[in-house]
């Protein structure tokens, strides 16, 4: 069953191919959004400016200041969150690696805790959608032996993945503007690039491995009928690649 997913795989996705310095997926040489992309028209833009100079009048320092420790605390969070996916991905791959963190660590114990159903058959697959015109890569794909679907999964890194000022945008203009919720929707991007293989998709995986240690996982819903109905050819041509969402 692995190996027949494994070359469906190989076959529906061989033309795409990413570029990882530059983050751009391209198909046919054609540069193809990421999902990533995608998710930004659904949420505002953060006001770094305006906010900035709020938070500085209010703290009594220059605004620059506020920006560039903005500045500094996202690259941290960028260099953490690729180390501990590269760890997670060495690991998953059965190379010899040994946890050198909290989070490296909780992945270490979310792999030991899974059960015994799931089998491991991707790690990190790229998928393309030339219908839809859009890419991404999933940390991992499981397979549920009890019915044969399929399981797609994905490590968070977020110090807090559920902190929310405003609420996005149309057709998610219920839900709070938070890591949580974009990353609903990144899954459930996902799972319309893996239903291409023929299978079922039982579950979307979040794994979020939190600071402090430790980690939770979260089933996330089922966006993808909504998804679907937001494809506009004049929106997609105009969509630029951007880096993948940790």
């Not at 953490?80 to 909780?106: I, W």
């Not at 270490?108 to 839809?132: A, G, R, T």
């Not at 240690?213 to 109905?229: A, D, P, Q, R, V």
Request: with cysteine.
């Amino acid at each position: 069953m692995k190996s027949k997913i494994k070359e469906k795989a190989k076959e529906k996705f061989q033309k795409l191919k990413f570029k990882e310095k530059t983050h751009i997926y391209t198909v046919d040489e054609k540069k193809i959004p990421s999902t990533s992309s995608l998710i930004k028209q659904f949420y505002k833009d953060f006001d770094s400016e305006k906010i900035s100079l709020f938070v500085a009048k209010k703290r009594g320092v220059p605004q620059q200041q506020i920006l560039d420790e903005w500045k500094n605390i996202n690259s941290e969070s960028i260099d953490r969150g690729n180390g501990v996916h590269q760890f997670a991905e060495d690991y998953a791959n059965g190379l010899d690696v040994k946890p050198s963190c909290v989070q490296t660590q909780a992945v270490v114990n979310f792999w030991n805790s899974l059960p015994s159903y799931y089998e491991l058959v991707f790690v990190e697959l790229q998928m393309c959608d030339e219908h839809f015109w859009y890419a991404g890569t999933t940390d991992f794909v499981l397979l549920d032996k009890r019915d044969n679907s399929l399981v797609i999964g994905d490590y968070k890194t977020n110090k807090d993945i559920f902190k929310s000022y405003n609420m996005m945008l149309h057709p998610f203009d219920l839900l709070e503007d938070c890591p949580y919720n974009h990353y609903q929707i990144q899954f459930s991007y996902y799972q319309i690039l893996l239903e291409q293989l023929g299978y079922t998709i039982s579950d979307r995986l979040l794994v979020w491995l939190k600071h402090e240690g430790g980690y939770e996982t979260f089933s996330t819903s089922n966006f993808t009928n909504i998804l679907k109905m937001t494809f506009d050819d004049k929106w997609r041509n105009n969509t630029e690649s951007t880096k993948h969402v940790f």
